[in-house]
């Protein structure tokens, strides 16, 4: 690269994550620190956004401080400070939105607020240096399920989304029916790899006379009543089953739709994005849909799917170079549109 | 010696540069607007008409706590961020001393008081002794009657100042047995002026903190931290 490098500080904390990372020229990742608050959130079977909010507050100096370290960076040295500003949990957000805005302050560099869903997509950018737009992204997460279309960087269509709750959402739901603890995601994929899918008939997480759209309420609730129905009729039913059932209900209709969307609107590129994207179950399905169909598929490690402050790194690069800033008056939003 | 001073504890947001025995500048906004919203353009602007540096400070000085939850970790947030560029120390001042520091002097008690909702208040007891500031009661999240009964024990006139004068107004009427008197609109919030002062003399005694480790008193759990102990307690009684 002929130009100067960009060198960006990104802060994310829009849930149960307090994580910093530095990247260069929104591709490599010189640094990435995640402190996870899990093990605290798990006591309560799922994130609680008060207690969440004040690990934050306790943690983000040191991760930050660390991923500057390990950078072998000064402040001085950075060209921006990115930051998640939404969607997301508004106490955990304004932690990363203060303090980011602070040290852009201080340090008097350029301020560039984040969407966190552009940070999921763009985390497909990190370890594939030949990806560009356009390409359809599957994003799915414990706050999103989004089949989106990447015009250019920086510009989105919303082909699909979720009437109701996220698919990690059911995930986690459908985990605690079981008594499988929190996070329910991991947890479901495990179990569904001894179990036999086709045990229990669930119903489809999609909409009536609305092809592009989700729904995993309605699949949820039948979980919860086969559960319920087997329990008052002192039925026994094999976890594993249900577990194996459940996914496939959720991985089939994310895959249709998705192959739905690309063919649509005539793509052979798919990058999927979000937690849920480490689902073991749902990363074979579309693996071989996009063999089948001649797809190119790109699925980021694990790391880069949950929350992380690299992919916002990568998003705040693209916002930066195209002119986005923003002002000490940057707020949290916690509902963020698209 | 040089003091940047934040308060957004309350309904109040507050910042204020303290610079050799003077306070340079203080700007305080009491509007509807998110603190996240008022609380850096004010700093900024504090800064641009003092022709100053944030650079240039010995110290970032907070609002400790208690307080809204959120307005404190957005002053918290600010300060690190802030302290953690320029590598400065931090001092955390209790928010209800803070408040009570306003009535510098008074010889009466000084009972600040914090609306904490479940019809509780962030309060406190203080005074001054030949003016020295003097803290009868640490600071407390306790229900308004506790307080004012505390008060009518001592016997002595009393001040009141806070946000949660207009929330209380009517019970402590009700209530109060000596003299009393509600502090005035100038003297009735959280003031990063006062907060800063008050700084000054922590700092002098050494009190300070590293940025990484600042973090808030809440003087209360979560609820959900609450509730679990509760349901820990109840578990434990039945099985005894």
Same mark, same amino acid.
């Given at each position: 690269?002929?130009?100067?490098?960009?060198?960006?500080?990104?802060?994310?904390?829009?849930?149960?994550?307090?994580?910093?990372?530095?990247?260069?020229?929104?591709?490599?990742?010189?640094?990435?620190?995640?402190?996870?608050?899990?093990?605290?959130?798990?006591?309560?079977?799922?994130?609680?956004?008060?207690?969440?909010?004040?690990?934050?507050?306790?943690?983000?100096?040191?991760?930050?401080?660390?991923?500057?370290?390990?950078?072998?960076?000064?402040?001085?040295?950075?060209?921006?400070?990115?930051?998640?500003?939404?969607?997301?949990?508004?106490?955990?957000?304004l932690v990363g939105v203060s303090v980011a805005k602070a040290i852009a302050f201080a340090a008097k560099k350029p301020l560039v607020g984040v969407h966190h869903i552009e940070g999921h997509i763009? +985390?497909?950018?990190i370890e594939n240096k030949e990806l560009e737009p356009p390409f359809i992204s599957l994003v799915v997460s414990g706050g999103h399920t989004n089949i989106v279309k990447v015009l250019d960087y920086?510009?989105?269509?919303?082909?699909?989304?979720?009437?109701?709750?996220?698919?990690?959402?059911?995930?986690?739901?459908?985990?605690?029916?079981?008594?499988?603890?929190?996070?329910?995601?991991?947890?479901?994929?495990?179990?569904?790899?001894?179990?036999?899918?086709?045990?229990?008939?669930?119903?489809?997480?999609?909409?009536?006379?609305?092809?592009?759209?989700?729904?995993?309420?309605?699949?949820?609730?039948?979980?919860?009543?086969?559960?319920?129905?087997?329990?008052?009729?002192?039925?026994?039913?094999?976890?594993?089953?249900?577990?194996?059932?459940?996914?496939?209900?959720?991985?089939?209709?994310?895959?249709e739709k998705t192959l739905k969307a690309l063919k649509d609107h005539d793509m052979k590129v798919l990058s999927m994005a979000g937690g849920v994207a480490s689902n073991m179950g749902l990363r074979?399905?579309?693996?071989?849909?996009?063999?089948?169909?001649?797809?190119?598929?790109?699925?980021?490690?694990?790391?880069?799917?949950?929350?992380?402050?690299?992919?916002?790194?990568?998003?705040?690069?693209?916002?930066?170079?195209?002119?986005?800033?923003?002002?000490?008056?940057?707020? +949290?939003?916690?509902?963020?549109?698209? | 010696?040089?003091?940047?001073?934040?308060?957004?504890?309350?309904?109040?947001?507050?910042?204020?540069?303290?610079?050799?025995?003077?306070?340079?500048?203080?700007?305080?906004?009491?509007?509807?607007?998110?603190?996240?919203?008022?609380?850096?353009?004010?700093?900024?602007?504090?800064?641009?008409?003092?022709?100053?540096?944030?650079?240039?400070?010995?110290?970032?000085?907070?609002?400790?706590?208690?307080?809204?939850?959120?307005?404190?970790?957005?002053?918290?947030?600010?300060?690190?961020?802030?302290?953690?560029?320029?590598?400065?120390?931090?001092?955390?001042?209790?928010?209800?001393?803070?408040?009570?520091?306003?009535?510098?002097?008074?010889?009466?008690?000084?009972?600040?008081?914090?609306?904490?909702?479940?019809?509780?208040?962030?309060?406190?007891?203080?005074?001054?002794?030949?003016?020295?500031?003097?803290?009868?009661?640490?600071?407390?999240?306790?229900?308004?009657?506790?307080?004012?009964?505390?008060?009518?024990?001592?016997?002595?006139?009393?001040?009141?100042?806070?946000?949660?004068?207009?929330?209380?107004?009517?019970?402590?009427?009700?209530?109060?047995?000596?003299?009393?008197?509600?502090?005035?609109?100038?003297?009735?919030?959280?003031?990063?002026?006062?907060?800063?002062?008050?700084?000054?003399?922590?700092?002098?005694?050494?009190?300070?903190?590293?940025?990484?480790?600042?973090?808030?008193?809440?003087?209360?759990?979560?609820?959900?931290?609450?509730?679990?102990?509760?349901?820990?307690?109840?578990?434990?009684?039945?099985?005894?």
């Open positions: 690269m002929s130009e100067k490098d960009i060198y960006i500080l990104a802060i994310e904390s829009s849930c149960d994550e307090t994580a910093a990372a530095v990247v260069k020229n929104g591709r490599d990742v010189i640094s990435s620190i995640i402190s996870s608050q899990i093990d605290i959130h798990k006591l309560y079977g799922g994130v609680v956004p008060e207690i969440a909010s004040r690990k934050h507050i306790e943690r983000v100096n040191q991760v930050i401080k660390e991923a500057m370290k390990e950078a072998n960076m000064e402040f001085e040295d950075l060209d921006a400070i990115g930051v998640t500003y939404g969607p997301g949990l508004v106490g955990a957000l763009s +985390a497909a950018y920086g510009k989105y269509e919303i082909l699909a989304s979720t009437r109701d709750d996220a698919c990690g959402e059911a995930f986690d739901k459908v985990a605690r029916v079981i008594d499988l603890g929190y996070p329910g995601g991991p947890k479901i994929d495990a179990l569904a790899k001894v179990g036999n899918p086709y045990a229990i008939d669930f119903p489809k997480a999609s909409v009536k006379d609305s092809p592009m759209d989700f729904s995993f309420s309605g699949l949820k609730t039948a979980v919860i009543n086969y559960v319920n129905t087997c329990k008052m009729k002192h039925k026994t039913f094999v976890d594993a089953d249900l577990a194996a059932s459940f996914q496939k209900s959720v991985v089939d209709v994310l895959t074979q399905s579309i693996t071989n849909m996009c063999e089948e169909n001649d797809i190119k598929l790109y699925i980021p490690s694990p790391i880069l799917c949950t929350d992380n402050a690299a992919m916002i790194g990568a998003a705040a690069y693209y916002d930066f170079i195209n002119g986005k800033r923003d002002g000490w008056d940057l707020n +949290a939003v916690p509902n963020l549109s698209f | 010696m040089k003091i940047l001073a934040i308060d957004s504890s309350g309904l109040v947001a507050g910042a204020a540069i303290y610079e050799d025995g003077i306070i340079k500048a203080e700007y305080q906004v009491n509007y509807k607007k998110t603190h996240s919203q008022t609380l850096l353009p004010m700093i900024d602007e504090i800064f641009k008409m003092t022709e100053s540096d944030v650079k240039d400070m010995d110290i970032v000085a907070v609002a400790a706590g208690p307080g809204s939850f959120t307005g404190l970790r957005i002053g918290f947030a600010t300060a690190k961020g802030l302290a953690m560029v320029i590598n400065s120390p931090m001092v955390l001042v209790p928010t209800v001393d803070a408040l009570a520091y306003n009535l510098y002097g008074n010889e009466q008690i000084i009972c600040p008081i914090m609306d904490a909702r479940r019809n509780q208040v962030y309060t406190g007891l203080y005074t001054f002794e030949n003016f020295e500031f003097k803290v009868i009661k640490e600071q407390m999240a306790v229900d308004i009657k506790e307080i004012i009964k505390k008060i009518n024990e001592i016997g002595k006139p009393v001040i009141f100042t806070g946000d949660g004068m207009p929330v209380f107004k009517e019970k402590i009427k009700e209530l109060i047995t000596v003299d009393y008197s509600f502090a005035p609109a100038h003297l009735s919030r959280q003031r990063a002026a006062a907060l800063a002062s008050l700084a000054l003399e922590y700092y002098e005694k050494g009190l300070t903190i590293e940025a990484d480790k600042a973090t808030p008193v809440y003087l209360r759990l979560s609820q959900a931290e609450r509730e679990r102990l509760e349901r820990n307690r109840r578990l434990l009684t039945k099985q005894n």
